[in-house]
């Protein structure tokens, strides 16, 4: 079992470039996150899928995109880089256990973005 | 008002120490909270649920205050492995996850 996986592991990009970060977990959780975190901050939430087919915006999903295709995987994507996307870049997975309410999210192991 | 908010320390405490810190949040009708843990540069990591009526893993000891809504974590006999940045983290709807900025914890020989 690998858990949850990132790539790419680093990234440098140009202002106004294009890229994806890919996520993949091999538990077949229902929901997958995709997290931002940066120096003095929590992990903030960018997008969230509850399934298969299914999105939803988070606390800070301006300026990303996602796609969840396949339950294993969910994708971010930034069309137009900007500096303020530098950042570490976690995707998080799980199965809710909805009768305790009680969800462990289990994190790949981030990315990290410079946008020059 | 951020949802969940820590002191950011660092407590840094010599080898066998007890070392105790707080988080609030601010959101009453959250249901399910947690502390997790995060070495430097990797992704963070369950440490524990917190329950309603205080629990215990090992050295490691988490309280809830629903009435004054705060978090605490009790680390006893502190190892030099416990030397992490500790996150609270809030359950909120649609099981998303609010996040702390962490409590920095080092413990020094």
């Known amino acids: 079992n690998a858990g949850v996986t990132q790539t790419p592991k680093f990234r440098v990009l140009k202002t106004g470039q294009s890229m994806t970060l890919l996520c993949a977990q091999d538990m077949n959780h229902e929901y997958m996150y995709w997290y931002r975190q940066d120096p003095g901050m929590g992990l903030r939430l960018i997008h969230y899928?509850?399934?298969?087919?299914?999105?939803a915006k988070g606390e800070v999903p301006d300026g990303y995109n996602v796609s969840r295709l396949k339950k294993q995987n969910f994708l971010l994507g930034l069309e137009s880089a900007a500096p303020s996307q530098t950042s570490v870049y976690f995707c998080?997975?799980?199965?809710?256990?909805?009768?305790?309410?009680?969800?462990?999210?289990?994190f790949g192991p981030g990315t990290r973005l410079t946008v020059l | 008002r951020k949802e969940v908010e820590q002191d950011p320390g660092p407590f840094n405490v010599p080898e066998g120490a007890t070392v105790a810190f707080n988080c609030t949040y601010s959101n009453s009708a959250s249901q399910s909270f947690f502390w997790y843990r995060q070495d430097c540069r990797k992704e963070p990591k369950l440490l524990m649920s917190v329950y309603s009526s205080g629990n215990e893993d090992g050295r490691f000891t988490a309280q809830l205050n629903r009435a004054s809504q705060y978090i605490s974590l009790l680390i006893r006999d502190s190892k030099l492995s416990d030397s992490a940045t500790y996150l609270c983290v809030v359950n909120g709807p649609d099981y998303k996850l609010s996040f702390g900025a962490g409590t920095t914890v080092t413990v020094r020989a």
């Open positions: 899928s509850v399934g298969e087919g299914t999105t």
């Open positions: 998080a997975s799980s199965s809710p256990k909805r009768t305790s309410g009680r969800s462990e999210q289990f």
